[in-house]
């Protein structure tokens, strides 16, 4: 989507740093991290948010979901933990509306979140 400010990072019009990209997905650091681990897990292809999805949609947030787990094994996240977090519409907080799972680690984190 022209306007999609993580689509523009998909099509190298926006610098990212890029960690993992494959046919299907792109994994940047968050440009604003809330902890020091804060990546950004996207498909590339342009879904607005969860509200959006489709059946069609299933195989890559499995995929995506799935990725999370393997990078948080590769960094050595799993053992003390990790947040794996989709914001989805304005009272959630999300602000890109191109749909994005937040992995989140490096410190203890709250709950119920704020
Ligand atoms: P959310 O509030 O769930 O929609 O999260 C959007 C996140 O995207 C937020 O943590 C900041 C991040 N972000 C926004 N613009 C950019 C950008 O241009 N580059 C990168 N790397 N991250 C961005």
């Not at 020091?36 to 995506?64: C, F, N, T």
């Not at 794996?84 to 410190?107: E, F, K, P």
Request: with cysteine; hydrophobic share 40%.
């Amino acid at each position: 989507m022209q306007e999609c400010i993580f689509c523009k990072i998909i099509n190298r019009e926006l610098p990212a740093e890029i960690v993992y990209e494959d046919e299907q997905i792109s994994v940047f650091k968050d440009i604003n991290p809330v902890a020091p681990v804060h990546l950004l897990l996207i498909p590339k292809k342009h879904i607005s948010g969860i509200s959006d999805l489709k059946e069609e949609d299933a195989g890559i947030m499995g995929r995506i979901q799935v990725l999370a787990a393997n990078l948080a094994g590769e960094m050595g996240l799993a053992q003390d933990g990790f947040r794996l977090v989709c914001n989805c519409g304005r009272d959630a907080g999300q602000l890109v509306m191109h749909i994005h799972y937040h992995l989140l680690s490096g410190r203890t984190f709250k709950w119920p979140p704020g």
